[in-house]
């Protein structure tokens, strides 16, 4: 298929606005952490005389919206599956607006936490779309790069969105932080629309033949990796508000400072995992893995101090954020022509590892364990991650050996 030529103009527009969807959602998830004593404080009796019981529980926020995540990533790369890539992006960014503006509204815990999980629904599959289209856009052989741009608005908004939102929501409410994220969205709407080019459906998919793509172990193998590997960064991100203020003695208006250290890292750490994808994926996971359990250590040692806080936030950042670049394109590759079912699946892993590490870490802080023993649930985490790294090479290498196919995949619909 002839790919659209495109302007330098409009393909500088049509990335920016793919990158600027990932940046309101990272915006709207991570926000969220750092303002959880807020929402608590609100919709939550007995804040006051039980903070700890009451912020385990607003952490029921973070778990529906990644289940919704893990609910709708699947479900929309299946039924698209003849969808035009491009079309389907519009829908997604719309349920976006809609689910972030009832967020905002909600008078409830109960009412937020449902729409919570409705905006959630579009996460995995624009970030699987976005990325597709990001591949197209750039031109052949810049897999790697094309994924860490379409997630780079995700590192980017725990530099600037993120800090933003949670100073807002400090200032002004937290349901000021959710309309900041609807005009994101609504921003980014417009200019995909504008900038996008409208690429056509495939006629010849079909959701079954789109979910016979799940019959490669190879493909449940890397959802483990991400689905409990990646727990790992959400047990301790959940809770950093807390860490900042209850076991490091800063202010809460030190909370947006610590954020955005840990986003210059998830930054720069998506840089070079894209980077580093395109020449030898599996050297960076199994690398980037090493590296983050050791951060994850010292982080239980050292975050009390404010200068070991910064300083391992922002080693947090990098080596987690090396890690997703080189798990999507696996993904990617290894679902063959599934390839927006493999992407979407992939934060559809990462965000069961969300639920997964907030979880565990709202366990260990309601038993009394304190606010840095996630930490130690995180580096458990990842020690599997990087075993199941391992068992996806042996597998790989396997399959190598008998011949079998193991790349083979188009970002063409």
């Not at 039980?50 to 995540?69: E, S």
């Not at 491009?86 to 008078?107: D, E, K, N, Q, Y």
């Not at 993120?162 to 807002?168: D, I, Q």
Request: aromatic content about 10%; proline content about 5%.
């Amino acid at each position: 298929m002839t790919e659209p030529s495109l302007s330098p103009l409009r393909r500088g527009v049509a990335l920016f606005a793919l990158a600027f969807g990932g940046f309101g959602i990272g915006v709207t998830e991570f926000a969220t952490m750092g303002l959880l004593p807020d929402i608590a404080g609100e919709l939550i009796p007995g804040f006051e005389q039980a903070p700890d019981r009451v912020i385990a529980q607003a952490g029921v926020l973070i778990t529906v919206y990644a289940l919704g995540v893990v609910v709708g990533a699947p479900t929309f790369a299946v039924l698209a599956a003849r969808m035009s890539q491009t079309r389907l992006a519009f829908w997604l960014l719309g349920l976006f607006i809609v689910g972030t503006v009832a967020s905002a509204c909600m008078p409830t815990f109960g009412s937020l936490a449902l729409f919570r999980f409705v905006a959630a629904l579009p996460h995995g599959a624009y970030f699987g779309v976005a990325s597709l289209l990001a591949a197209r856009i750039m031109g052949p052989g810049k897999r790697g790069r094309g994924i860490a741009l379409a997630l780079s608005g995700l590192t980017i908004a725990n530099v600037v969105g993120v800090p933003l939102a949670t100073w807002m929501g400090q200032l002004l409410g937290w349901r000021s932080a959710y309309v900041l994220v609807a005009v994101i969205f609504a921003t980014t709407l417009l200019l995909s629309m504008l900038a996008l080019p409208r690429y056509p459906g495939n006629p010849e998919r079909s959701p079954l033949r789109e979910l016979s793509a799940l019959r490669n172990p190879r493909i449940w193998v890397m959802i483990a990796v991400g689905s409990v590997g990646f727990g790992g960064f959400f047990a301790v991100y959940s809770y950093i508000a807390e860490v900042t203020t209850r076991e490091t003695g800063l202010s809460p208006a030190m909370v947006p400072w610590v954020l955005a250290c840990l986003g210059v890292g998830m930054t720069i750490g998506n840089l070079i995992g894209g980077w580093a994808t395109d020449r030898d994926p599996r050297r960076t996971v199994t690398w980037g893995f090493i590296g983050f359990i050791i951060v994850l250590v010292l982080y239980t040692q050292l975050a009390w101090h404010p200068v070991g806080l910064f300083a391992c936030g922002f080693m947090l950042g990098v080596t987690s954020s090396m890690l997703i670049p080189s798990i999507q394109s696996r993904l990617i590759r290894i679902s063959d022509e599934a390839a927006l079912l493999g992407a979407a699946v992939n934060h559809a892993a990462f965000n069961i590892g969300n639920s997964l590490g907030a979880w565990l870490g709202g366990i260990v802080i309601a038993g009394g364990f304190g606010y840095l023993a996630p930490g130690w649930v995180g580096a458990a985490l990842a020690v599997v991650g990087l075993g199941l790294v391992a068992v996806s090479n042996t597998v790989e290498r396997r399959d190598k050996a008998r011949g079998l196919n193991t790349v083979g995949i188009s970002v063409v619909e």
